[in-house]
């Protein structure tokens, strides 16, 4: 009898267990899901922000009505709809300041113009000059009058290998058309003596530019270096040895222009093409207008696409290789042409596509770096997330030896990219952008952090969206997967099948109660 009581008291009190862990389960996920205050929520999220309403925020005098704390705010909560991008996006990513007024950004537009378009000249020289030599590196890009210009230029220190043969074309191209891309020079066969490279395109676009003021001779680049006669052969493009890093993408020699070019056009010819239902100008485009940009960037082998894939692709090349002189100490990595391949599908002119993405890349330039210092921070932070939300996963992964969170890698040096839509990544990225924009210009607590549950203004929101994508899936990673390579297949396979909103409200609730402990 005694006995029998005691089985099934202990019986009882592991039916309580039970439906205790049971309970505090569901309460998790509950919680897990984003509170009613989350504006990223079924029932609070709003409406994109269209034309109709952007326009509305303005002032008499072109300026964003309070600081653009509604216009952030309004982005934020529901993302911007397509035929208001183009407009909208230079505010989100810096290139226009939140407080400009219309004037003041008419003059930043001209002279953003014509800083890209001396760079794009600069890739012409480079291009002409070095064909069939392959250039060795870069040693020296003197960016110090770009506006905007990277404050992480200084101290990297290039050279470019000039023979007197290769100088002689240099000066070739005097007259650049609106686009800067036009069809190559060919270089003299005149071989004297050794020279300094001395910018003569430059200097007669200048003279033909006096009218434009000082601030043009702020964007001029220039690149100097030492002469050599003879070039060493050019460095192949290697895999790293690393299991990790050859994952998705190759090491490379960050100053070797020649190698960037190569692997751009390569990747320009890849790259995806679901834009095309969202960018109908650019879908429709002509045969011969795309032929016209292929030919300006020198890009072969492109029988086998459409005409909107050439043109695309006419673009990326244009765009990164001025990226790679802009930025000569990160250059080119595969997966960058990932992140502007959408930016110019909603750009139109090369040279707004090109400032946004650098405004783009002053946060994402870090997951391109060679010593990966800035991916495995971020790899850290969403372990910790992870860690802090939920120890049984984290435990979980710990046996498994996946607790540096690698099977997200993809996730975090291209943004999602792969893993959503092309309209969800762009809601995604919106609504990262209004965070960094608001942490630029002071919002911050002072607008959403009055109501407690509110998630303030982060930098690293993809990362509690990351951690949050992977906190769906718990079950499934804890009963089902006995390695990292499991893991790593389930997140390769969730292209096309997460939800953004789902995950941002998710996320949401990440941030608001782990965002001042990790």
Known sequence: MLLFRHVHNKNDALAKCEGHCASSYKSKLSDFRGGSKSPWSRRKRKRALSCQHWSRLFSANGKLRDGGRKFLKKVRSG???PGARAEVWPFLLGVYDLNSSEEERKTIKIKKRNEYEKIRRKCHQILNCHKGFGLKIINEINNEGCSGGAPYLGGVSSSVSVSAKEFNCLGSEANSPDNADYAPAECMDDDTSELTYVDQCMAESESSDSGSSDEDDHGQMS???????????EPKFVRSTSSKSDFFRSNKTPEDFATWQRIIRLDAMRANTDWALYSHNQAEISKEKALQRALSVRLKDYDHLEPYMIYHAA??????????LYDPEIGYCQGMSDLLSPIIAVMEEDHEAFWCFVGFMKKARHNFRLDEVGIKRQLKTVSQIIRRKDSHLYRHLQKLQAEDCFFVYRMVLVLFRRELTFEQTLCLWEVMWADQAAIRAGIGRSTWGKIRLHAPPT?????????ACVLQRR?????RYSSMD???????SM?????????LDDAHDLVVNLHNKI
Do not use: F, H, S, T
Not at 315 to 324: G, N
């Open 486 to 492: 499991e893991i790593l297949r389930e997140c390769q």
């Open 459 to 467: 930098d690293d929101l993809l990362l509690y969206a990351i951690a």
């Open 495 to 503: 292209a096309g099948q997460l939800d953004v909103w789902r995950l």
């Open 315 to 324: 673009r990326l090349v244009a765009l990164l290789e001025a990226y790679a």
């Open 223 to 233: 690149v100097c270096g030492d002469i050599e006669e003879n070039c060493a052969p």
């Open 475 to 479: 079950k499934l990673i804890i009963e």
């Open 79 to 81: 993302g911007i709809e």
